[in-house]
């Protein structure tokens, strides 16, 4: 079952991807947004109207961030051997952890914004991860348990910014960087994330390609760890790490530029994509 955000007409709502469309949710279920839905527990109420005809077309719509509203976005760095290897940091026995926040979101086929105090915006393709049941000091035995789904997240970096000293934040928060989309598909498709495949393209370039399997810190481990620091909501979001094949450890850097279109495919989720438009 794949479930997006959007907003038409200047409405905010949530819906069923089907073949034919989105199914609005929001006009036919009482919670008025999808991270209340997810809290709901009750996600079949949402498969039980896959009959129903489409509200929209698909492309008819303004996609919102699948999750528009999370109470926390919780980002994992240098989750990749590659990606390790190719900045040259040493790996860490924890998972390295940062912030991101809601309003640095976007949908898919929304602009990445390069911004105007930038030359080094870069690509990170990623799997985010979807909570659906809250927790504390998650068992990694029972994480995938609290999973509601998977989606496809870029990540998008401003590079100068974030070297302005060791704390990321100010690379990875910049208005209209993260891109989160285009639907979550539901855990009960994707049992094993570890069979997942993602692959980033830049202007139909691969750029990074990769089996989640590498994730040095597993899904369920991040679950267990993030879990223990403060409880896990449903909506809440882990983006998993991204794989090597960053720009900026190209020789020359490969920077995202206005015109450029961005890409992330996840096997069995979909694909992500986004044009960049540098900030007027």
């Known amino acids: 079952m794949k479930l997006c955000s959007f907003i038409k007409d200047g409405h905010a709502s949530y819906g069923l991807v089907t073949d034919t469309g989105i199914v609005d949710l929001g006009k036919r279920l009482p919670e008025p947004t999808l991270r209340d839905f997810l809290g709901s527990g009750d996600l079949g109420r949402a498969a039980a109207l896959a009959g129903e005809p489409a509200d929209y077309a698909f492309d008819a719509v303004e996609h919102a961030p699948v999750i528009p509203n999370p109470d926390k976005i919780i980002c994992v760095g240098l989750n990749y051997h ?17 912030a991101r926040y809601a309003g640095s979101q976007i949908g898919h086929g929304q602009a990445l914004v390069k911004p105007l105090e930038s030359i080094e915006f870069d690509y990170e393709g990623e799997v985010a991860v979807i909570l659906g049941k809250e927790g504390r000091r998650i068992p990694e035995t029972e994480a995938l348990a609290h999973v509601a789904g998977y989606a496809c997240y870029n990540d998008a970096s401003v590079r100068d910014w974030q070297k302005h000293t060791h704390q990321f934040m100010p690379g990875k928060t910049f208005a209209n960087t993260g891109a989160f989309g285009p639907w979550m598909v539901t855990a009960d498709e994707i049992p094993d994330p570890k069979a997942l495949h993602l692959q980033t ?28 620091i403060l409880p896990l909501l449903p909506g809440d979001v882990i983006v998993s790490g991204t794989p090597g094949g960053v720009g900026a450890r190209r020789n020359p ?3 995202m530029r206005d015109g450029d279109i961005c890409e992330v495919e996840i096997s069995g989720i979909g694909t992500l994509s986004n044009p960049v438009k540098a900030e007027a």
């Open 253 to 255: 850097p490969l920077w």
């Open 201 to 228: 393209r830049l202007n139909g370039q691969v750029v990074q390609d990769t089996d989640v399997s590498l994730l040095i810190t597993s899904i369920p481990r991040l679950i267990a760890y993030c879990s223990t």
């Open 82 to 98: 590659a990606h390790v290897q190719e900045t040259g940091r040493e790996e860490t026995v924890n998972p390295v952890l940062f």
